[in-house]
Nanobody, 116 residues
Framework: QVQLVESGGGLVQAGGSLRLSCAAS????????MGWFRQAPGKEREFVAR????????YYADSVKGRFTISRDNAKNTMYLQMNSLKPEDTAVYYC?????????WGQGTQVTVSS
């Protein structure tokens, strides 16, 4: 299985920016479709963004479209989420996901807190 480690979370004021990273190891990173999900306190985990194995196709939740950008660097086995114009409602634990036909793996999450 692929191992995933998120980093880059923290506390930021509304309107600010953060860049999350997801480092992968153990399998061929480029064979996975990658995504970001988040879970706020008391809520179910929800989809944020995903990116194809090549990076050529991306898809976003309506709530983050135009503010967040997902990208990946297959040479570095790393995926990113650039988050701009952050809002208090973006506060959540953000999880990295790696998906293939044989596998669906998750990282441990990184906390993002946006203060108003």
């Amino acid at each position: 299985q692929v191992q995933l480690v998120e980093s880059g979370g923290g506390l930021v004021q509304a309107g600010g920016s953060l860049r999350l990273s997801c480092a992968a190891s153990g399998r061929t990173f480029s064979s996975y479709r990658m995504g970001w999900f988040r879970q706020a306190p008391g809520k179910e985990r929800e989809f944020v963004a995903r990116i194809s194995w090549s990076g050529g196709n991306t898809y976003y939740a309506d709530s983050v479209k135009g503010r967040f950008t997902i990208s990946r660097d297959n040479a570095k086995n790393t995926m990113y989420l650039q988050m701009n114009s952050l809002k208090p409602e973006d506060t959540a634990v953000y999880y990295c996901n790696a998906y293939s036909l044989r596998e669906d793996s998750w990282g441990q999450g990184t906390q993002v807190t946006v203060s108003s």
